[in-house]
């Protein structure tokens, strides 16, 4: 029997512009299907001028929450009344709590996601391990360095084009008493984890030209690109004997808390789930 709506549904969306391209709302529909629940995930285009307005209309429909994607991260920030910590050292929120009060909440799941993501798909390893090295210095390399380090991260490595930018985000880093360090190339002899948070590879853009030689096997790439699924950087990692860890994870477990706080239940990811969100995802590069 197909699921219906009642006058009790728990309404939640995603808050982008665009937001055409997601698969979070196919995401959260399959999980609302799991569990029975009286409940739907919407997208919801908004446009930057009318973000805060938005948001506030949101509380006033009695929605639960909402994810946050590009370009309202930031602006999410300023819009809530509480923010965790992990959010406010990030400085952007993915994931907006709408308390019975009318008090919003931020939080940015994006590094959590990370984590579980190497969890899942890279079981042996702990970032405890070793030295990472992060390729890229914008929203993602700030979720993922700061999820790192939370982790016991024992050192970082901040590779970007723009050295001013991974200096910046170096220092805020250290301010942590945190070992980070800026570097023209990566230094992968001894890097337990190399991490791409930058565009390349992607559908479209050009591949990531990088030595993967230095890498000890049984060491870990991961890639936060998931489309397509096996980036270049990915396909070479496990032609050499490391360990490919793919962005569709990090994508699938980061919405996890948010559901969890809007509908009640802490939903899995697992072999079914990711066919069904990635059935029109490429496998590799055109």
Same mark, same amino acid.
């Given at each position: 029997?197909p699921r219906?709506?009642?006058?009790?549904?728990?309404?939640?969306?995603?808050?982008?512009? $665009?937001v055409s391209?997601?698969?979070?709302?196919?995401?959260?529909?399959?999980? #609302?299907?799991? *569990?029975?629940?009286?409940?739907?995930?919407?997208?919801?285009?908004?446009?930057?001028?009318?973000?805060?307005?938005?948001?506030?209309?949101?509380?006033?429909?009695?929605?639960?929450?909402?994810? =946050?994607?590009? $370009? *309202?991260? @930031?602006?999410?920030?300023?819009?809530?009344?509480?923010?965790?910590? @992990?959010?406010?050292?990030?400085?952007?929120?993915?994931?907006?709590?709408?308390?019975?009060?009318?008090?919003?909440?931020?939080?940015?799941?994006?590094?959590?996601?990370?984590? @579980?993501?190497?969890?899942?798909?890279?079981?042996?390893? *702990? &970032?405890?391990?070793?030295?990472?090295?992060?390729?890229?210095?914008?929203?993602?390399?700030?979720?993922?360095?700061?999820?790192?380090?939370?982790?016991?991260?024992?050192? #970082?490595?901040?590779?970007?084009?723009?050295?001013?930018?991974? +200096?910046?985000?170096?220092?805020?880093?250290? %301010?942590?008493?945190?070992r980070v360090?800026? %570097?023209?190339?990566?230094?992968? +002899?001894? %890097?337990?984890?190399? &991490?791409?948070?930058?565009?390349?590879?992607? /559908?479209?853009?050009?591949?990531?030209?990088?030595?993967?030689?230095?890498?000890? !096997?049984?060491?870990?790439? %991961?890639?936060? &690109?998931?489309?397509?699924?096996?980036?270049?950087?990915?396909?070479?990692?496990?032609?050499?004997?490391?360990?490919?860890?793919?962005?569709?994870?990090? #994508?699938?477990?980061?919405?996890?808390?948010?559901? /969890?706080?809007?509908?009640?239940?802490? !939903?899995? =990811?697992?072999?079914?789930?990711?066919?069904?969100?990635?059935?029109?995802?490429?496998? *590799?590069?055109?």
């Open positions: 029997m219906t709506l009642s006058g009790k549904t728990r309404m939640a969306g995603l808050l982008g512009w $665009p391209h997601s698969r979070s709302p196919r995401m959260h529909g399959i999980w #609302l299907a799991r *569990h029975g629940i009286d409940g739907a995930y919407v997208p919801l285009p908004v446009a930057p001028d009318r973000f805060s307005g938005t948001v506030r209309a949101l509380v006033d429909l009695g929605f639960r929450g909402a994810n =946050v994607t590009i $370009p *309202h991260k @930031e602006a999410a920030l300023t819009a809530c009344d509480m923010v965790e910590d @992990e959010a406010r050292r990030i400085g952007a929120v993915n994931t907006l709590v709408f308390h019975e009060d009318g008090r919003i909440e931020g939080w940015n799941t994006d590094g959590w996601g990370f984590i @579980e993501s190497l969890r899942e798909q890279a079981p042996a390893f *702990h &970032v405890k391990q070793g030295p990472a090295v992060i390729l890229g210095a914008g929203g993602g390399a700030r979720a993922v360095a700061h999820a790192l380090l939370s982790a016991g991260c024992p050192s #970082l490595t901040l590779v970007n084009r723009s050295p001013a930018r991974a +200096e910046a985000l170096a220092q805020e880093l250290a %301010a942590r008493g945190a360090n800026v %570097a023209v190339r990566p230094p992968l +002899e001894g %890097a337990a984890l190399l &991490v791409n948070t930058t565009s390349a590879g992607m /559908q479209g853009q050009p591949a990531l030209e990088i030595d993967l030689s230095p890498m000890s !096997p049984g060491s870990v790439v %991961a890639d936060i &690109v998931y489309v397509p699924l096996e980036t270049p950087l990915l396909a070479a990692a496990r032609a050499r004997g490391l360990v490919g860890v793919d962005g569709l994870g990090m #994508l699938l477990h980061q919405g996890r808390r948010g559901f /969890q706080a809007w509908f009640g239940a802490m !939903p899995e =990811v697992d072999a079914e789930l990711r066919g069904m969100v990635a059935a029109d995802i490429p496998r *590799h590069a055109k």
